[in-house]
T-cell receptor
Framework: QKEVEQDPGPLSVPEGAIVSLNCTYS??????FMWYRQYSRKGPELLMY????GNKEDGRFTAQVDKSSKYISLFIRDSQPSDSATYLC????????????FGKGTHLIIQP | SQTIHQWPATLVQPVGSPLSLECTVE??????LYWYRQAAGRGLQLLFY??????ISSEVPQNLSASRPQDRQFILSSKKLLLSDSGFYLC??????????FGPGTRLTVT
């Protein structure tokens, strides 16, 4: 079983729709959770980060963490064509200098 | 503000040739530095990380090496490239609790 599972998509939705992106994980030591947006041939851009369970909102984006289910989500409201990108979830257990564990990314397409 | 640079942006190299990719960070001191590789359909794989000058930790055995000659400089190298070294190489830094910020990447094609 991979540490982090993420549906690669593509996920295609019409402009204005609410988008739900999800990851599941197996390592209960993960405490920090991040979402990155990556446009084609560019480096990932940090969108949201959360610690522990709960919700965090930033503009049209909401990150949700359910540690009991080992499940995290990113919701995008009022989706725009410019949101079309690959979204990567990432996790970190904390306490060390080592890197993040990433999902493979979901390719999102917002249709105008 | 903090910025991270990588060069070159694109590189095409023959099998068996050497490699040197450079990453520099501005606007921060003593950051943790990371090299990741992103291959199609395989997500981001951590290759190396460094907590200080001359301190390198390797995550996977491979044909690559890393060095940190200065506080804000991180170099990825190879003496002889393999076809399997092709990919998108990303440098990242971390200067606070756990947030990592990525550079623009280098796309390497080994022919």
């Amino acid at each position: 079983q991979k540490e982090v599972e993420q549906d690669p998509g593509p996920l295609s939705v019409p402009e204005g729709a609410i988008v739900s992106l999800n990851c599941t994980y197996s390592n209960s030591a993960f405490q920090y959770f991040m979402w990155y947006r990556q446009y084609s041939r560019k480096g990932p851009e940090l969108l949201m980060y959360t610690y522990s369970s709960g919700n965090k909102e930033d503009g049209r984006f909401t990150a949700q963490v359910d540690k009991s289910s080992k499940y995290i989500s990113l919701f995008i409201r009022d989706s725009q064509p410019s949101d079309s990108a690959t979204y990567l979830c990432a996790m970190y257990s904390g306490g060390g200098a080592d890197g993040l564990t990433f999902g493979k990314g979901t390719h999102l397409i917002i249709q105008p | 503000s903090q910025t991270i640079h990588q060069w070159p942006a694109t590189l095409v190299q023959p099998v068996g040739s050497p490699l040197s990719l450079e990453c520099t960070v501005e606007g921060t001191s003593n950051p943790n530095l990371y090299w990741y590789r992103q291959a199609a359909g395989r997500g981001l794989q951590l290759l190396f990380y460094s907590v200080g000058i001359g301190q390198i930790s390797s995550e996977v055995p491979q044909n690559l090496s890393a060095s940190r000659p200065q506080d804000r400089q991180f170099i990825l190298s190879s003496k002889k490239l393999l076809l399997s070294d092709s990919g998108f190489y990303l440098c990242a830094f971390r200067d606070r609790a756990y947030e990592q910020y990525f550079g623009p990447g280098t796309r390497l094609t080994v022919t």
